[in-house]
């Protein structure tokens, strides 16, 4: 979180709140006479990016579609670093794979949502800019959208699709040599 605000702070402070237009707007405008100068102000960013949500969003369907791409992110990064799916191959080997996915994953998750609550999947992402900005609407959906997804990910994970074995419960299976050797 302090992290997430010094960043947007340095962004602010090294923009010097200047709003900016990409080149390829004013290209537009220098090239092109029917875009006129009023057209080109509203479509003009913030230094800072905020993360808010579309007008035509409910906080409630926000906060689903947070908790939906945070749930895929965050499942997918579980399954991506988990040690007893590897099968005794090395993660070097396979590792740039694993990042693949997880990459492909988020970048799914902020095209999917991007243009509807901002595709955060993070509340770190959305309180440095609010902070900064002093703009707070709608960090609830950026809070609790996450924490959801986050901990319904890790829960499925953890306790439904690949519980934890210790190796004390894996030793006293009938029938397996380890155990065999563990009670003589």
């Known amino acids: 979180m302090v992290a997430a605000t010094l960043a ?9 709140d200047q ?11 220098i090239f092109n006479y029917i875009v006129d100068s ?15 949500i579309a007008t035509q969003m409910t906080g409630f369907g926000a906060a689903v579609l947070e908790c939906v791409s945070t749930f895929m992110l965050v499942y997918t990064i579980h399954v991506a670093c988990d040690p007893r799916l590897t099968n005794g191959i090395k993660k070097s080997r396979n590792g740039g794979l694993r990042l693949l996915a ?9 095209l999917a949502t991007g243009s509807l609550t901002g595709g955060s999947m993070n509340p770190a992402r959305s309180f440095g ?3 900064i900005s002093g703009d707070f609407q709608n960090q609830a959906v950026y809070w609790v ?8 990910a890790a829960l499925l994970h953890q306790n439904l699709v690949y519980p934890y074995m210790s190796p ?3 030793a ?5 040599g380890a155990g065999e050797a563990v009670l003589l």
């Open 19 to 29: 709003v900016t237009t990409t080149s390829f707007l004013y290209s537009l405008w």
């Open 102 to 110: 997880i990459g492909l994953v988020a970048g799914a998750g902020v």
């Open 38 to 52: 009023y057209i080109l102000a509203n479509v003009c960013v913030q230094a800072i990016p905020t993360t808010k």
């Open 172 to 176: 006293a299976q009938p029938g397996n």
């Open 8 to 16: 947007c702070l340095l962004l602010r402070l090294a923009s010097a």
């Open 168 to 170: 004390q419960s894996d």
């Open 129 to 131: 800019p609010a902070v």
């Open 145 to 152: 959208g996450p924490f959801l997804g986050a901990s319904l």
